[in-house]
């Protein structure tokens, strides 16, 4: 059974950093396209960073672009996302997604609260 569990949520000050963590099990990791999407109160659910497969192509949101980074580790089957210098606009519940094909899993999310 596939499953995804995200770690690393908090609450974080203004211009601070958090490092998210989706552990992943149930399925081929190392194929899989993965992504991080983030759901604020009242917000639709949104894409944040993308990685490849392999780890060589990543994508990120023009809102993100430069201050998070995602990353993967193929052989502990986990994917991060690097946050740093955090706002409050930041503050949201991130989720960890896989998708190949007509495989497409969600982990449970994990909350991040950017505040004084």
């Known amino acids: 059974q596939a499953q995804l569990v995200e770690s690393g949520g908090g609450v974080v000050q203004p211009g601070g950093s958090l490092r998210l963590s989706c552990a992943a099990s149930?399925?081929?990791?190392?194929?899989?396209?993965m992504k991080w999407y983030r759901q604020a109160p009242g917000k639709e659910r949104e894409l944040v960073a993308a990685?490849?497969?392999?780890?060589?192509?990543?994508t990120y949101a023009d809102s993100v672009q430069g201050r998070f980074t995602i990353s993967r580790d193929n052989v502990l089957n986990r994917v991060y996302l690097q946050m740093s210098s955090l706002r409050a606009e930041d503050t949201a519940v991130y989720y960890c997604?896989?998708?190949?094909?007509?495989?497409?899993?969600w982990g449970q999310g994990t909350q991040v609260t950017v505040s004084s």
């Open positions: 990685i490849s497969s392999g780890g060589g192509t990543t």
């Open positions: 149930g399925f081929p990791f190392s194929l899989y396209f």
């Open positions: 997604n896989a998708l190949r094909g007509m495989g497409n899993y």
